[in-house]
């Protein structure tokens, strides 16, 4: 199966960051909460990261959401890349509460 090519731009992100960071993916998956093995699935786009999870990696790593989708890959459509952008933003312009609420009703309408 294929990996939506924004799942692989934020796991290589995340992996860069953390690498950088000094943090091997058990440090990372203890400070947010997951196992080692749901940051390597993260890592690869096999699994789906929600905004809400992405904050909080983004919090245990130092950055902002903006961090993990500045550099979007070029095989991304511009209209593609500019509407997950502006998500982003803000959804990270919310209050956690209003970030809770947006972040159960996407899981609730996604097939996940």
């Given at each position: 199966m294929?990996?939506?090519p924004i799942d692989v731009h934020l796991g290589e992100r995340?992996?860069?960051?953390r690498t950088n960071f000094g943090l091997n993916q058990e440090d990372l998956g203890a400070?947010?909460?997951v196992s080692k093995?749901?940051?390597q699935?993260?890592?690869t786009g096999q699994n789906r990261v929600?905004?809400?999870r992405l904050y909080d990696i983004g919090k245990a790593l130092g950055v902002n959401l903006p961090y993990f989708?500045?550099?979007?890959?070029?095989h991304l459509p511009d209209k593609e890349n500019?509407?997950?952008?502006a998500l982003i933003r803000r959804f990270s312009s919310l209050t956690e509460p209003q970030q809770k609420i947006i972040t159960k009703l996407v899981k609730d309408m996604s097939d996940d």
């Open positions: 294929d990996h939506h995340i992996r860069e960051r400070a947010i909460g093995q749901q940051i699935k993260y890592e929600t905004v809400s989708v500045d550099r979007q890959p070029v500019k509407r997950v952008t």
